[in-house]
Structure formats: C-alpha cells, structure tokens
C-alpha cells in the first residue's frame, strides 16, 4: 500500500506485455521506443515526493519534544497518513462514482499511470475498492491515534501500533495474493518502471516499515515485562 501507496507488494507473476489485462492500456514502452519517464510518470511521482517535506514538517511541528527515534516514526505515520487521506480517498471516492479510468483531474492521472502497471486501479476491481474503504477509514483513524499516543505517551500506543501494521500488512497480501492465484492477468511488468518502482519499490514500503515497527513494538514490550518483574522482585 499509495502512484504510490496504497497498493502493496506487487511482484507480478511473469506478466509482460500482451498478457495483461484487454481493458488496460498497457503499451510496452521500452519495447516501442517511447522513453519510461514521460510527462504523466515524472508529475505523478514528483506528486508523491512532494508529500514527503509536507510529513517532514508536520514532524517538526508536532514532534519536537519526542526522542529522535519517535520522531522519525511521526514522520512516516503523518506521510502515511498524508498518503491514505489526499491519494488513497480520493481513488475511494473516484472508485464508487465511477472509474479512475472516466475521472479526468489531476489525481486520476496520477492513479491512471500506476495503472498501467495494475491495471485493477482503473476500473473499480470489488477487492482494491474494499480494501481500499477499509485503508482510508480504519487505517486513517488508527495513523492519527498513533500519532496522538506517540505525541502524548499514552499508554496505549503498542497496542495501535501493532494493530495498525497488522492491518497495512494484510492489506497488502489482499492486495495481491488474489491476484497471484489467478495467474496476475492485471498486472504489466514489462519494464523495470512498473515492475521495479511502481509494483515492487511504492509496495514493499507498505511491508518493510510496518514489519520494522512490529519488531519495535515487541522489543518495546519486552523491554516493559522484565522492568515490571525486576521491580516486582525488589519489593518482595
């Protein structure tokens, strides 16, 4: 999961050109000569960049006081945030009037170059539209919780962080373990562009730091349960 996001962990099951999708566009351009990085692929993934100083200067903002390791973690929840709420809800909302593939504004260009490596985001695939209501409400809500347990250390912030990166990391394995099982016939990897940043690089984030933040918060805990039994010990 999010160009960008949302969208998870997308390496394609040998799909290349003539094998995706017959209502996608799907134009191989290494193949035909046409340069990967056009117009529409360099805006939309400046449009994606742009997101980082903007979650970068919420951190400031509101991070200044939290030790340096919560700080960078408030920066990927307020773009992570930033992602499911102006990319994410947008897609949700362009999904159930109608299409990204009928939309015609600056976001659904944006939506309609990642769909040419998944062709699933252009015409309102039932799985990648679930999934992606349950992203933007659940996950939103659970990004600014977290954010307001890390700011105020509230004592409940393990217990969101780990529900908040079991939910990104399930979704991304609905994301693509359906399609997977049915051969990938969405999916175009027929060059490095939307196999290697838009499926593998924009999804695997969705895994890796979710992945690195349960790690933290099981370390977290452990570290909380041998503090509580040593002091246990010393009172006895």
Same mark, same amino acid.
Request: net charge neutral; charged share 15%.
């Given at each position: 999961?999010?160009?960008?996001?949302?969208?998870?962990?997308?390496?394609?099951?040998?799909?290349?050109?003539?094998?995706?999708?017959?209502?996608?566009?799907?134009?191989?351009?290494?193949?035909?000569?046409?340069?990967?990085?056009?117009?529409?692929?360099?805006?939309?993934?400046?449009?994606?960049?742009?997101?980082?100083?903007?979650?970068?200067?919420?951190?400031?903002?509101?991070?200044?006081?939290?030790?340096?390791?919560?700080?960078?973690? /408030?920066?990927? %929840?307020?773009?992570? !945030?930033? +992602?499911?709420?102006?990319?994410?809800?947008? $897609? #949700?909302?362009?999904? *159930?009037?109608?299409?990204?593939?009928?939309?015609?504004?600056?976001?659904?260009?944006?939506?309609?170059?990642?769909?040419?490596?998944?062709?699933?985001?252009?015409?309102?695939?039932?799985?990648?539209?679930?999934?992606?209501?349950?992203?933007?409400?659940?996950?939103?809500? /659970?990004?600014? %919780?977290?954010?307001? !347990?890390? +700011?105020?250390?509230?004592?409940?912030?393990? $217990? #969101?962080?780990?529900? *908040?990166?079991?939910?990104?990391?399930?979704?991304?394995?609905?994301?693509?373990?359906?399609?997977?099982?049915?051969?990938?016939?969405?999916?175009?990897?027929?060059?490095?562009?939307?196999?290697?940043?838009?499926?593998?690089?924009?999804?695997?984030?969705?895994?890796?730091?979710?992945?690195? %933040?349960?790690?933290?918060?099981?370390?977290?805990?452990?570290?909380?349960?041998?503090?509580?039994?040593?002091?246990?010990?010393?009172?006895?």
């Amino acid at each position: 999961m999010h160009l960008l996001v949302p969208p998870r962990l997308g390496l394609a099951v040998g799909r290349g050109k003539g094998e995706s999708s017959s209502g996608s566009d799907k134009l191989d351009a290494g193949m035909s000569g046409e340069p990967l990085l056009r117009p529409a692929a360099l805006c939309s993934l400046l449009l994606c960049a742009a997101q980082v100083p903007l979650a970068w200067a919420l951190t400031l903002r509101f991070g200044q006081h939290c030790p340096p390791l919560d700080r960078a973690l /408030l920066g990927w %929840l307020f773009y992570d !945030a930033t +992602v499911h709420f102006t990319l994410e809800g947008p $897609f #949700v909302y362009m999904s *159930l009037m109608g299409t990204v593939a009928q939309s015609d504004n600056i976001l659904a260009s944006l939506w309609k170059e990642y769909g040419k490596a998944d062709a699933r985001w252009l015409y309102s695939d039932p799985n990648i539209v679930s999934l992606e209501i349950l992203t933007v409400v659940l996950d939103g809500f /659970l990004v600014l %919780l977290l954010i307001h !347990a890390i +700011v105020k250390d509230k004592y409940y912030r393990h $217990f #969101v962080q780990i529900t *908040l990166c079991v939910c990104e990391l399930y979704g991304g394995w609905m994301t693509f373990c359906p399609e997977w099982l049915i051969g990938s016939p969405n999916l175009n990897t027929s060059n490095w562009l939307y196999l290697w940043v838009y499926l593998a690089f924009f999804n695997m984030v969705w895994v890796l730091v979710p992945g690195l %933040l349960l790690w933290q918060s099981w370390l977290s805990l452990k570290e909380m349960h041998q503090k509580r039994n040593e002091t246990g010990k010393k009172s006895k």
